[in-house]
């Protein structure tokens, strides 16, 4: 898609969900000609649940891995001075 540097800032909306489509907005302006594109692709709920799945088996939603976490928190520990005994 084609266009102008005014219909770029009028229609930014519209053009920016054109390029989360994965469609390249070209915009030309008196200074050269601009590419507006998406970097990465968004994530989908499929490819969130097949990122999960290579936890499985790890110990990060099991018993035991909420285990870990719970040992792995900080506990509060009294701030010491330079002045105290060590």
Do not use: I
């Amino acid at each position: 898609m084609v266009t102008t540097a005014r219909e770029f800032t009028r229609n930014f909306r519209k053009l920016r969900a054109v390029a989360a489509r994965g469609k390249v907005v070209r915009v030309t302006a008196p200074e050269g000609v601009y590419v507006f594109a998406r970097e990465k692709a968004h994530k989908t709920c499929g490819s969130v649940l097949t990122g999960l799945a290579r936890y499985e088996g790890k110990g990060l939603f099991t018993e035991r891995g909420a285990a870990a976490l719970a040992a792995s928190k900080r506990r509060r520990v009294r701030a010491k001075s330079p002045w105290d005994e060590a």
